[in-house]
């Protein structure tokens, strides 16, 4: 395929490319602004101009360095095969594709995204949108030759983003509601998809009726979608196997799978929890769930909460935490609509464990909340710490209180307390955590007190 009429450079090898702030020459969606959001609609194919590449508001050229601005991607295609459950497929793609340009990165989905375009690609002449618009076209039609006709809008205009912004998430809302009510019980197959490896090599996203994908833009029939039009791409089916924890969500196959597609890294997956064997998560997740151990329960945060949540930390720093294809006990990038689902986090308590969500997040899922917790589950309006939480928790008898009385219970006796003690500087410790080693090298420990017990 030729991009010779292209300023830079377009190839996969592109795909895990990162723009830090200091090297962008301009921003597109992301945090700082509202509203963004992109969608691909399938047409008649009269109502499509194969080719046409349309800009409403700024071009790239028009824009300051450094500044921010909203945007919009609406991809509309036709072809006699299209159906327009392949809507949320094809818009998948438009991650791929656009990190396929050198110099421009793409993040996240739908009404998430998250673009840079880097000073260095700039001053090589890709300066308009025109160039991402036909490098998508081509792109398109070469990977998925169903389409026929592919026409692009870009809109950077504040206003008209907003306006089809609010379309767009009826769009989004529709498709989620109609996978609602099927069971993973009921079906043979997940799907697996892999369009996040070029960020997070080890991770695979396993696909259920009742567990989205972590980014929230693929569901369990986009994923059969998907791999009808392209059965060699990277959305596939996995055959389920034998369910070998119904709880917690562990199926023979999907570790079968998992195994292979990550280079023999994660040899397990249960589908369900937080904690053991959790899925991994890539960076596009919508949110994260979090263990509080001061509380013993979930917190939740999303990608557009601006603040601290209630254990001090950050959205982004939570996100380093727990991206990169590991699994991280305790950390675990979710959907939004995952926290719909009657299956999310069943082995850790589902709702009875969630003790603290964001308010915007809150109002979204309300209606899939049991009644009786919605109140007892503060918010950043309610609590700002995990003493403030505590008391909250306690306040109004959430379930997570039975918790702290049932592990109290469970305590050994206290032993006697030596005296206050520093011990330090030594040259390596070791423990045993959560059954790993830990060494501490050239630690200074500090201690209130310090307990010894005899080993039997």
């Not at 700039?122 to 025109?130: M, Q, R």
């Not at 001061?294 to 996100?319: C, H, M, P, Q, Y």
């Not at 899939?368 to 306040?395: A, M």
């Not at 006796?413 to 003690?421: F, I, R, S, T």
Request: hydrophobic share 40%.
């Amino acid at each position: 395929m030729s991009f010779e009429d292209i300023p830079v450079d377009v190839g996969v090898i592109y795909e895990g490319e990162r723009i830090r702030w200091k090297d962008t020459f301009v921003e597109l969606g992301g945090p700082r602004v509202e509203h963004k959001f992109e969608l691909v609609r399938v047409r008649p194919l009269d109502q499509v101009e194969d080719g046409k590449i349309t800009i409403i508001g700024p071009d790239l050229k028009d824009m300051e360095p450094k500044s921010t601005h909203p945007l919009g991607i609406l991809v509309e295609v036709a072809g006699k095969e299209l159906e327009e459950e392949m809507e949320g497929v094809f818009e998948r793609r438009i991650h791929e594709f656009i990190n396929y340009i050198q110099g421009f990165m793409h993040l996240n989905q739908r009404y998430d995204i998250h673009l840079r375009l880097s000073m260095a690609s700039f001053n090589k002449g890709l300066n308009s949108f025109e160039y991402v618009g036909k490098v998508m076209i081509r792109l398109y039609k070469s990977e998925i030759p169903i389409i026929e006709k592919i026409q692009v809008t870009f809109i950077t205009d504040p206003e008209k983003v907003k306006e089809l912004y609010q379309e767009a998430l009826k769009v989004y809302e529709a498709r989620d509601a109609r996978i609602r009510g099927m069971r993973d019980e009921d079906v043979d197959v997940f799907y697996g998809c892999t369009l996040c490896q070029s960020f997070a090599p080890t991770h695979v996203c396993v696909i259920t009726p009742q567990r989205y994908a972590n980014c929230g833009a693929i569901s369990w029939l986009d994923g059969r979608a998907a791999s009808r039009v392209d059965p060699k791409g990277p959305i596939f089916v996995i055959e389920k196997g034998e369910c070998l924890d119904p709880i917690k969500g562990e199926y023979e196959g999907v570790n079968k799978v998992l195994k292979e597609k990550s280079g023999g890294v994660i040899e397990r997956v249960w589908l369900y929890t937080a904690f053991g064997y959790e899925h991994t998560s890539c960076g596009c997740f919508e949110a994260i769930a979090f263990y509080i151990p001061e509380v013993d329960g979930l917190g939740i945060i999303d990608r557009d909460f601006k603040g601290k949540a209630v254990n001090g930390l950050t959205f982004s720093a939570i996100a380093d935490i727990t991206a990169g294809g590991t699994q991280v006990d305790g950390f675990h990038g979710i959907s939004i609509e995952y926290m719909r689902s009657p299956k999310f986090l069943q082995a850790d308590g589902g709702w009875n464990r969630i003790v603290w969500v964001p308010k915007r997040v809150k109002e979204k899922v309300k209606d899939f909340i049991p009644p009786e917790l919605v109140d007892k589950i503060p918010t950043e309006e309610d609590v700002s710490n995990v003493e403030e939480l505590k008391e909250f928790l306690k306040r109004v008898g959430h379930p997570v209180v039975e918790r702290w009385k049932a592990l109290e219970e469970a305590k050994p006796p206290e032993e006697k307390p030596a005296e206050e003690a520093v011990i330090g500087p030594l040259p390596t410790v070791t423990a045993a955590v959560g059954g790993f080693r830990v060494i501490f090298e050239n630690a200074r420990i500090y201690a209130d007190r310090v307990i010894i017990k005899r080993i039997k």
